[in-house]
């Protein structure tokens, strides 16, 4: 390479696979270069004609299409095409058209091959195609977490400790003690079979049976927990600490079918992963007032940027958030329930958006909400659960969960309301959907009671998924609040950028990433009459549909899985580095590797977003600003 | 800075050419016809070659045509006063710019090197100490512009230059043909200075230089300037010229001066 090409050379050097190809290399390939012009409109290459280059932008933007003549994907300055027609036969297989007035380099076939044996990097590049480029790229990441590749059957240790139903509370005891488990699983005879019925364990002795001084006599069936939670014997390690977290419970069976092959308990995981933040959610259980909890909140972020660290996925790491969010909210609730005495009435606490979906981070306010038993009555209980909310939110607040500014909280009588009145809210958004209420009620869509009664929100969960999918006019106008914020990518595959607070041009990866992806799930969601509350796991229950192809739902996993990600380590730095973490970043805080997986990830938000406009007739009318 | 104590490609067309262009001036020989004359009465074996390597048909597709895109960085605008300091050539057709055969060379100017040309090519005196005579790379000069039509941004550069250089070396002269991608921009812009009325109106001269002309093209910006880096950036504007104006079937006659 002549030095005076140095320019060229830098082009190249920021864009990948180039930028982490040695110095030697790139000149080379730099050197062999020959730069032609397109104009807008004119096709680059031909389907089924011989191709020996490998094109690269230098700018402009182009168009690849399938040999069906369908629009494949949109590339700009720094990517590379033609690659497939190298790779087979030398026959092009995407053709491809200058969208834009284009230049190009290519460089030769020979160089290609060159590349393609001596350089890693290039040849991982160039051998996927985008979105499967999206998935490898978090396949390599997730390889080094143990938790997420270690099955559950790991950590049992010995065959499952079990009795029958019938036995009596001191006998429970007695095979507790003797064989040193804090679990005793109860077995039922069903004919011929022997099925798991219930379990008590240590902390159920305790509190159900000694605290309440029960005779020794009692039948054991009488305090056992039933319709247990239990887990498939196939799960991963950090399954079974979802599970856990989500269902605030310490033990939990392992099965295979209907066989439990063993008992797994929190103390498992924690020694397994000692630094985990199941540690954590069991200590806020100790603290005894707020200024405990707000103690503790300090290691919420943490334990954060430690599951960052630990490369854990961006499911577990949103899981892990929420619970530890439902956490402090649970155990202000028992504090608060101590401080103020027992509830005149039955009730359900409510958690909304984020921390409902298992999707919480640590940039978070509350949003909740009371569902109150029928018999509620104003005059005589409201003082109370008034009092309760305030209680909660005030101590929330104190832990970092910050005040929701659209009041959407327990305190505000409007969302403080027995259940009848509950449904009348979600049936009147349903069957008299419009546009703008809501815009403000999307976030009651996400719903999960974490305390109390939580019953009644399982019975809104019914109301919703039986009613929404049933009105055409409601998924509508879903759909059309849910294309309001589109991905930070222009029409070329640059990216869109918009002043932050402090002047600087960046994107917000939430309002315009995770944001849209979690709303357009939540509309097909609640259109296969779906109650997942998860992002991923709605797309596991639309997937049961068909009302999506396999692949699509594939690349919205990858997308929101990549975004998501993203995010998460961008606030992780900022804590890391003492700042405040947010959702604004700047292309330049990026990879390149980064950049260029976003691009895909936002085409595929992107696409969604047409798809979705069209499914639900979403394009005509206004949007609501 | 004064305006004519350096020259360079990324400089030429910023005023300096006031007259209206036309792309072919009446005066523009058969240069086919031309070459066989100049190939007899050339005297110095290097200029005999090149003529007799012949100049390609008028009536050629211009996409058929054979080009090398060629920039001097000198020390003025002046030929009989000034020298060039560095050459880049690039061989090129509209289908390519082969960046493996292009050349760069910085060469010893005749004349004192003036600190206004250091401050545009970045050519010291020290890299000039070194460096070979233009006399010295003649040949391989050569070897690049034989059965290619030169491409320039502004003709009487490379031309007038390459004339006088080569009567103070060889003893003799030399013409040739050129695509002037100044020229191509200045026929295609012949009112490139708004009259009062349209400045009134906010019309902003029209610049004809490379790096202007090129954003008119969606060329991208090139960040370093020597002469190779500009001979690319010439040779890449007359590929977008060809496309957006003439056609491939252009024949090179109606572009050539």
Redesign the interface.
């Given at each position: 390479?002549?030095?005076?090409?140095?320019?060229?050379r830098n082009?190249m050097a920021n864009y990948p696979p180039f930028d982490e190809m040695p110095e030697e290399l790139l000149d080379r390939v730099?050197?062999?270069?020959?730069?032609?012009?397109?104009?807008?409109g004119?096709s680059i290459l031909e389907f089924g004609k011989a191709n020996h280059w490998l094109y690269y932008i230098?700018?402009?933007a182009v168009e690849i299409y399938r040999r069906s003549g369908e629009l494949y994907n949109r590339i700009g300055e720094g990517e590379i095409f033609g690659q497939f027609g190298l790779l087979m036969h030398q026959k092009v297989r995407f053709p491809a058209k200058a969208l834009?007035?284009?230049?190009i380099y290519?460089f030769p076939e020979e160089i290609f091959r060159l590349l393609f044996e001596n350089d890693d990097n290039f040849a991982d590049f160039v051998e996927v195609e985008d979105n499967s480029r999206l998935r490898s790229a978090l396949s390599r990441r997730e390889k080094s977490n143990e938790l997420m590749t270690s099955r559950v059957t790991r950590l049992i240790t010995r065959e499952p400790v079990s009795a029958p139903c019938t036995v009596r509370l001191q006998e429970a005891a007695r095979i507790m003690t003797d064989q040193g488990v804090s679990a005793l699983l109860l077995m039922e005879e069903n004919k011929g079979h022997t099925d798991l019925k219930g379990i008590i364990t240590d902390r159920d002795l305790r509190t159900r049976a000694l605290a309440e001084a029960l005779p020794s006599e009692t039948p054991i069936r009488d305090i056992m927990s039933e319709d247990l939670i239990t887990i498939r014997d196939n799960a991963f390690i950090f399954e079974a600490m979802l599970t856990m977290l989500h269902n605030n419970v310490h033990h939990l069976p392992v099965m295979d079918k209907h066989e439990v092959r063993g008992v797994i308990a929190l103390s498992d995981i924690v020694k397994y992963e000692s630094q985990s933040s199941l540690y954590l959610v069991s200590n806020i259980y100790h603290q005894q007032d707020v200024r405990g909890l707000q103690k503790i909140s300090r290691d919420v972020r943490d334990s954060f940027v430690r599951m960052v660290n630990e490369d854990a996925n961006s499911h577990m790491i949103g899981s892990a958030m929420a619970g530890i969010g439902r956490s402090f909210t649970q155990r202000l609730l028992e504090l608060g329930e101590e401080k103020l005495g027992p509830p005149p009435v039955p009730y359900c606490f409510m958690a909304l958006g984020s921390m409902a979906r298992d999707e919480q981070l640590v940039v978070t306010d509350q949003d909740n909400a009371m569902i109150l038993d029928d018999s509620f009555n104003p005059k005589e209980h409201d003082e109370y659960f008034l009092a309760l909310a305030k209680f909660v939110s005030d101590g929330l607040a104190e832990c970092g969960y910050t005040y929701c500014t659209g009041d959407i909280m327990a305190t505000n009588q409007k969302w403080r309301q027995p259940l009848h009145v509950w449904k009348g809210y979600f049936t009147d958004w349903i069957e008299n959907p419009k546009a703008e209420a809501l815009l403000n009620s999307n976030i009651f869509f996400d719903l999960d009671g974490i305390y109390g009664k939580t019953d009644f929100a399982e019975d809104l969960k019914t109301l919703v998924a039986e009613k929404a999918s049933n009105s055409q006019r409601f998924l509508t106008m879903l759909a059309r609040n849910a294309l309001n914020r589109t991905p930070p990518i222009g029409f070329f595959r640059s990216f869109v950028l918009e002043e932050d607070g402090q002047q600087r041009k960046s994107f917000n990866l939430k309002r315009r990433g995770t944001a849209p992806l979690s709303d357009l799930i939540r509309v097909h969601a609640l259109a296969c009459g779906s109650r997942a509350q998860n992002s991923f796991e709605r797309l596991r229950a639309i997937g049961q549909t068909k009302l999506l192809l396999d692949d699509d739902l594939g690349n919205l996993r990858d997308a929101l899985e990549f975004i998501a990600i993203v995010r998460i380590r961008h606030q992780a730095i900022a804590i890391e580095e003492g700042r405040e973490p947010d959702n604004n970043v700047r292309p330049e805080d990026l990879s390149p590797f980064e950049r260029s997986h976003l691009k895909d990830a936002f085409q595929v938000v992107s696409n969604a977003q047409k798809f979705l406009r069209f499914r639900y007739n979403a394009g005509v009318g206004r949007n609501v600003p | 800075m004064p305006r004519n104590s350096f020259a360079s490609a990324t400089m030429r067309g910023w005023g300096a050419m006031s007259h209206k262009a036309a792309v072919v001036s009446t005066q523009t020989p058969d240069w086919s016809e031309r070459f066989d004359a100049l190939a007899r009465e050339a005297q110095h074996p290097l200029l005999k070659e090149y003529y007799a390597a012949g100049c390609i048909a008028p009536d050629t597709p211009i996409s058929e045509v054979p080009m090398v895109a060629m920039d001097f960085e000198t020390t003025g605008l002046n030929p009989d006063q000034h020298s060039i300091v560095s050459v880049g050539l690039v061989p090129f057709t509209l289908k390519g710019i082969q960046l493996s055969a292009a050349r760069h060379w910085v060469v010893r100017p005749r004349l004192p090197l003036h600190q206004t040309s250091i401050e545009i090519h970045g050519i010291t005196h020290a890299d000039i100490a070194k460096a070979p005579d233009l006399e010295d790379i003649l040949d391989p000069m050569f070897e690049l512009l034989r059965g290619r039509v030169p491409v320039v941004h502004y003709r009487s550069i490379e031309r007038g230059f390459l004339d006088v250089a080569l009567r103070w070396r060889l003893g003799e002269g030399i013409e040739f043909p050129v695509l002037d991608t100044m020229a191509i921009e200045a026929h295609l812009h012949p009112n490139r200075r708004p009259t009062r009325w349209q400045q009134f109106w906010g019309e902003k001269p029209v610049s004809i230089r490379l790096a202007d002309s090129r954003i008119r093209y969606g060329l991208p910006h090139y960040a370093a300037h020597n002469a190779l880096i500009d001979a690319i950036a010439t040779a890449e504007l007359l590929q977008a010229q060809i496309y957006h104006h003439f056609g491939p079937e252009a024949p090179v006659r109606d572009l050539w001066l």
């Open positions: 390479m002549q030095a005076e090409l140095i320019d060229i082009h730099v050197g062999t270069i020959e730069v032609e012009y397109f104009r807008a004119t230098r700018s402009g834009e007035d284009t230049l290519r | -």
